[in-house]
């Protein structure tokens, strides 16, 4: 109610000439809210009140008016929960009663015809705004639900195809683990995991394709709710193109210090290029820190200490990965919203 309130308040102050009074309500104990027009015969007064409190609020609304020693017409907008009861109305307020929970009109007194009009505007503009929201929201989604379905769809085909090899082999209950972690891993690499030898050889591109790759259920749910979450603000942040500039480079920066640093590991994950997101989300906090609250940079910072504490504390985590993700992400991010400024102010 408080938002219709707030709302309803703003168009009649914004669009319909009215302004805003206030008086002390013995009743709720804090200051109530009344919209006024002048007219040339006295004033046109607007109340939004809900059913149940309509009775004292009309009364305290009917004596503050009186002081202002104008004439006057009192118009209530009651909120009702359905079926409104209070049928014994006085020759001192019109009504216009809604239905709360859709804003349907139950019943309109005549001197309240302009603001059934308006409330029609405002419900239609609600409506409009709604699907323009929902526009936007998938808007901003699209190139982040298309990365986590490239991510699923090759998560699908690997488990596919590593299912076959296991039963191939006969029955999986009777494979050994060491026997389970090798398949996992041959599987891996033959989709394009980082693998040094490999990469040695002049299969460079594993530094990307290994961002691809997962190797179980919960590596790809954690990192794919990352950056469903993270990738959204990028986007919204430096734009579609350079969101995805970023989050390829990192990845590809993160491969790059785990190649350097742990050339003996196997890597895979997605968590390289979402802890370069957040670097880019460090970087443009940082550049605006001037207009962001400091509460927004320390939280993001908890947020990237936490990550990398978690990093170091688990096994089989490739932690020079999300340094590498976090570096190259802060940097590529930093550059593109120092260009993205310069091609706003020219």
Same mark, same amino acid.
């Given at each position: ?65 009186? *002081? ?38 139950? #019943? ?8 059934? #009009? ?44 590593? =299912?076959?090899?296991? +039963? ?45 790759? +997962? ?22 942040? =430096? ?25 003996? *590991? ?15 989300? /460090? ?16 939280? /993001? ?46």
């Amino acid at each position: 109610m408080n938002n219709f309130k707030e709302e309803f308040y703003k168009i009649l102050v914004n669009a319909e000439n009215f302004y805003m009074k206030q008086y002390y309500s013995d009743f709720h104990k804090r200051e109530i809210f009344l919209a006024i027009k002048e007219l040339s015969n006295g004033i046109y007064c607007v109340l939004i009140s809900e059913d149940e409190n309509e009775n004292i609020d009309f009364l305290e609304a009917f004596e503050y008016i009186k *002081t202002l020693g104008k004439d006057f017409s009192l118009n209530m907008i009651v909120l009702s929960k359905g079926e409104y009861t209070n049928i014994n109305n006085t020759v001192m307020v019109n009504k216009l009663i809604l239905d709360k929970e859709n804003y349907t009109v139950i #019943k309109c007194d005549e001197s309240c015809l302009p603001l059934k #009009k308006i409330l029609e505007l405002y419900i239609n503009k609600s409506k409009v705004k709604n699907i323009d929201n929902k526009r936007e929201f998938f808007r901003y989604k699209i190139p982040t639900m298309i990365l986590i379905l490239i991510n699923v769809i090759i998560f699908i085909i690997m488990q596919i195809d590593i =299912y076959n090899i296991k +039963h191939s082999l006969g029955s999986s209950q009777l494979l050994s683990e060491e026997m389970i972690n090798a398949i996992n891993n041959s599987v891996l690499v033959t989709f394009g995991a980082k693998y040094n030898a490999l990469i040695n050889n002049g299969e460079v591109w594993r530094l990307l394709t290994c961002a691809f790759l +997962h190797s179980s259920i919960i590596h790809i749910a954690f990192n794919m709710y990352s950056l469903y979450i993270v990738g959204p603000q990028i986007q919204q942040i =430096y734009g579609a193109k350079k969101y995805l500039v970023i989050y390829i480079t990192s990845c590809i920066t993160a491969s790059i210090l785990s190649y350097l640093a742990s050339p003996y *590991t196997i890597s895979v994950g997605a968590s390289g290029g979402i802890f370069g997101l957040l670097g880019a989300l /460090l970087a443009f906090a940082i550049m605006e820190r001037h207009r962001l609250q400091k509460k927004y940079i320390s939280s /993001l910072l908890q947020i990237i200490l936490i990550n990398l504490f978690i990093g170091l504390s688990v096994k089989n985590i490739d932690n020079y990965a999300h340094i590498g993700g976090l570096i190259g992400g802060a940097l590529i991010g930093y550059v593109s919203y120092k260009i993205l400024n310069k091609q706003l102010k020219n």
